[in-house]
């Protein structure tokens, strides 16, 4: 068996700690049991690749701003600044 390393919400740490706890299984087999189980039922003659594709195509449908990339570093935000600034005018 392998290995994974995820980051979960606190929320749904406490509720799978909670549950193992009332069952007296351990966390792995609650979190192995949770992804075995469907969260949504295909469509009814589709597969759960097709409810996957139909997930994916209204994301990339999604509309997202566009502009330039925002930094942390101030120094980085004004590099970029200074990069984009440069490549306007032609």
């Keep these: 068996m392998k290995t994974l390393t995820i980051r979960l919400p606190d929320v749904l740490v406490t509720e799978i700690e909670h549950e193992s706890?009332?069952?007296?299984?351990?966390?792995?087999?609650?979190?192995?049991?949770?992804?075995?189980?469907?969260?949504?039922?295909?469509?009814?003659?589709?597969?759960?690749?097709?409810?996957?594709?139909?997930?994916?195509?209204?994301?990339?449908?999604?509309?997202?701003?566009?502009?330039?990339?925002r930094f942390r570093s101030p120094k980085k935000q004004k590099l970029a600044e200074l990069i984009r600034a440069k490549k306007l005018p032609r």
């Design 21 to 69: 706890r009332s069952r007296r299984v351990s966390k792995s087999d609650v979190v192995r049991e949770r992804l075995h189980q469907p969260r949504c039922a295909p469509a009814a003659n589709g597969s759960m690749n097709d409810a996957i594709g139909a997930i994916l195509k209204a994301s990339w449908a999604a509309k997202v701003p566009a502009g330039p990339p």
